[in-house]
T-cell receptor, first 114, second 112 residues
Framework: DAGVTQSPTHLIKTRGQQVTLRCSPI?????VSWYQQVLGQGPQFIFQ???????GRGNFPDRFSARQFPNYSSELNVNALLLGDSALYLC?????????????FGQGTRLTVV | DAKTTQPPSMDCAEGRAANLPCNHS???????VYWYRQIHSQGPQYIIH???NNETNEMASLIITEDRKSSTLILPHATLRDTAVYYC?????????????FGKGTRLSVIA
């Protein structure tokens, strides 16, 4: 079975541009979460979606938005890119409702803003 | 903010046991202890989790103190491929509804 897949793997954008990152969860997983990881830090929570509804949002500006589709895949959008948005963006999927269930992470999208 | 405290780095000789400590003195009664690791440039990988009993799987063992204020992840025979950043996370049991709060983790270097 395929794991969590993210696309693209690498991306270079210019300040002020917009970017869309994509994530496909493991089959059967209905929960998708997004994390941002800057160099030298642990991943920081951005959004969590379950059944197409936003379940949680981290401390990120409104330039960040996301959505989940009927097939449970998800997109993360970032508008008006800043140099500080350069990071590894991670997607994780989970089987909600399973006691003690772990999250499965994709390999991430490395975004560089120049 | 992360509810856990971990040493920033540790070394371990190849073939020896790696014991990674974690303090979580403010853990709530229904919160689990999770361990993930992140090998360079990859996404975090789940290792093990537990509530209050010691746990063992094919990757590692988790020892949780009786008061649940600290735990230790044990890799019984560390290999070079175990070199990674290890994250100890305290979280409610349903990871599909509860985001994970990562700290800076422990960078484990396994040395030949």
């Amino acid at each position: 079975d395929a794991g969590v897949t993210q696309s693209p793997t690498h991306l270079i954008k210019t300040r002020g541009q917009q970017v869309t990152l994509r994530c496909s969860p493991i089959s059967g997983h209905k929960s998708v979460s997004w994390y941002q990881q800057v160099l030298g830090q642990g991943p920081q929570f951005i959004f969590q979606y379950y059944e197409k509804e936003e379940r949680g949002r981290g401390n990120f500006p409104d330039r960040f938005s996301a959505r989940q589709f009927p097939n449970y895949s998800s997109e993360l959008n970032v508008n008006a890119l800043l140099l500080g948005d350069s990071a590894l963006y991670l997607c994780a999927s989970s089987f909600t409702g399973s006691y003690g269930a772990e999250a499965f992470f994709g390999q991430g999208t490395r975004l560089t803003v120049v | 903010d992360a509810k856990t405290t971990q040493p920033p780095s540790m070394d371990c000789a190849e073939g020896r046991a790696a014991n990674l400590p974690c303090n979580h003195s403010t853990i709530s009664g229904n919160e689990y202890v999770y361990w993930y690791r992140q090998i360079h440039s990859q996404g975090p990988q789940y290792i093990i989790h537990g509530l209050k009993n010691n746990e063992t799987n094919e990757m590692a063992s988790l020892i949780i103190t009786e008061d649940r204020k600290s735990s230790t992840l044990i890799l019984p025979h560390a290999t070079l491929r175990d070199t990674a950043v290890y994250y100890c996370i305290v979280s409610l049991p349903d990871s599909g509804n509860t985001p994970l709060v990562f700290g800076k983790g422990t960078r484990l270097s396994v040395i030949a």
